[in-house]
């Protein structure tokens, strides 16, 4: 990594990998910083938590897809009765709304 790609990355244009590799290296470059008890540039801090946040981001997307997938293939094995029973579970909530009254 270099200071160049942390000054210009674009997420759009990068995989959680490269995200991930990016932010590690921008947190090396703020504990230098640190270390060496020298103010960061802001940039470097502004970048950083750009990166955590995207990352944050596309973690919490990827974990809500799974979910999403999880729950389709566990209704794909309900049997035709219980698909049955949730439908006209359904249909009895929206008439007591007064849906179709």
Request: hydrophobic fraction near 45%.
């Amino acid at each position: 990594m270099s200071m160049d790609a942390l000054k210009n990355f674009d997420a759009n244009r990068m995989d959680l990998e490269e995200l991930v590799e990016l932010s590690a290296f921008a947190r090396t470059i703020e504990g230098e910083y640190v270390a060496l008890k020298v103010a960061a540039p802001e940039w470097v801090t502004v970048q950083a938590k750009s990166l955590r946040r995207e990352v944050a981001s596309r973690v919490a997307d990827a974990k809500e897809k799974s979910l999403r997938e999880k729950k389709a293939r566990l209704s794909s094995l309900k049997t035709t009765e219980e698909k049955r029973k949730e439908l006209a579970d359904e249909i009895a909530a929206l008439e007591a709304e007064g849906v179709g009254a």
